[in-house]
């Protein structure tokens, strides 16, 4: 029981050090504007929602562990495949108006391989909260490693990929 409780702390723990870290940079690299942009919003969601709903369903699934529910894992699972659906449809709509807008900052094979990746692990997590796999842990703990994965991409992202026109995103 010790391995998993830690192995959960560990994931919460980088999510929110992500979360944290992600914060600094984009205060340091704010420009004279005393509001974020529209573009500067949608980029931190993409960055903190899944960030912090790894540390949360980390959280929540290392409690009810630790206090020996049966079936943690798949509980765990279940509110993990809900949000792996949930979080990409609902960002639908603005990622389709800044490709629109900002197109050097939408690369087809990563939207698509991040999207590819969120169906797949909601996939498993929906299988494994319906117990076709069992109540091994493992697909449960693979699986909330995807949005941690996807925070970070969007980390290097926003340091990285920057709009050509720096009013594009108004």
């Known amino acids: 029981m010790g391995d998993l409780t830690e192995a959960l702390a560990t994931i919460a723990e980088v999510a929110i050090g992500l979360a ?3 914060g600094i940079v984009v205060v340091l690299s704010r420009t004279y504007e005393k509001r974020l942009t529209p573009l500067e919003r ?3 969601t993409l960055l903190l929602v899944p960030s912090m709903a790894t540390s949360f369903i980390a959280l929540v699934v290392m409690g009810l562990h630790s206090s020996e529910l049966p079936g943690a894992f798949r509980i765990g699972s279940g509110i993990l495949a809900a949000f792996c659906l949930y979080f990409p ?3 639908v709509r603005p990622t389709i108006h800044f490709r629109r807008r900002i197109p050097e900052m ?3 094979p990563v939207v698509w391989g991040l999207l590819a990746g969120y169906l797949v692990v909601a996939s498993l ?3 494994h909260a319906l117990g076709v796999f069992g109540p091994e842990p493992e697909i449960f703990l693979l699986g909330l490693l995807w949005p941690l994965f996807q925070s970070a991409v969007q980390f290097a992202r926003m340091l990285f990929i920057r709009p050509m026109d720096p009013d594009a995103d108004d």
Request: net charge positive; glycine share 14%; no cysteine.
């Open 20 to 22: 944290g870290f992600s």
């Open 42 to 44: 949608y980029r931190l």
């Open 89 to 91: 449809a609902s960002q």
């Open 106 to 108: 939408f690369h087809a």
């Open 125 to 127: 997590g929906i299988t």
